[in-house]
């Protein structure tokens, strides 16, 4: 019995869609954790997910910017905060735990930890060097030809900002957190890194932005969790901080996996830990 992740799945992209295909548990009590990125259109989503969710024993999701994004060729034109409660509503129906579900609790080998599906945004607190506020570092990003397709198609509607949105899902999440039992240990999983240490590699700086909020900088500590597991950099790898490892499970783009001398990322276990004997 195995707690497996992945994210960034990018569905649209043919490659991508192969690799879903043959993502199968390992035995038939294995949890899937999808940090996100699954695809663009709601249609893409559910499919996949419903997919997933027929194989795995539980699917437990949280969105990341592209399942945000309100594209022009998507029939569903819901922005912002409806489109997403449009998405937990309809995977809620599938049987996917959702962020605004309650946590299950893995009871499997390397357990029992609560499995917690974050859905915390950015606030453009991830700054470049040598900037204090949100306008000096979108005006440093664009003169280093960096801008998120977000700034275009990620509408935080009803909110007034992408970062008023992000304070909003903080309050609510550390509500939520603050609520487990804290015998429990926890499994923290957002689409976006929650420390920004992940970050420091990025080939454009700037891109960092869109990547987090320091506001999450200490959850890992403070919410007990035996493991972080996210997306949306596109660089699958294991860190360590605090003695937590934090885990990204990025599928990503082909022209990115397909560069690589390894094979493309699959299916990452997080429980029982990597480098303990099974």
Known sequence: MNLLAISDL????AGNRDIVEGLRPESDEDWLVVAGDVAETVEDVVRTLGTLNERFAKVVWTPGNHELWTPPNDPVRLRGEERYLHLVQTLRGLGVVTPEDPYPVWRGAGGPAVIAPLFVLYDYT???????SKEEAL???RAAGVIATDEYLLHPDPYPSR???????????RSRLDRIDPALPTVLVNHFPLVREPTRVLRCPEFALWCGTEATADWHVRYRAAAVVYGHLHIPRT???????HRE??????????????????????????????
């Open 139 to 141: 005006e440093a990003a």
């Open 126 to 132: 991830f700054r470049p060097q040598g900037t204090y």
């Open 249 to 278: 499970v990025s599928l990503g783009y082909p022209r990115e996996w397909r560069s690589r001398r390894t094979a493309p990322p699959g299916l990452s276990r997080v429980l029982p830990d990597p480098g303990e004997r099974r």
């Open 10 to 13: 990018h569905v649209r992209h």
């Open 163 to 173: 970062e008023a949105w992000c304070r909003a899902r903080l309050a609510c999440t």
């Open 239 to 245: 860190i360590e901080c605090d003695g937590v490892p």
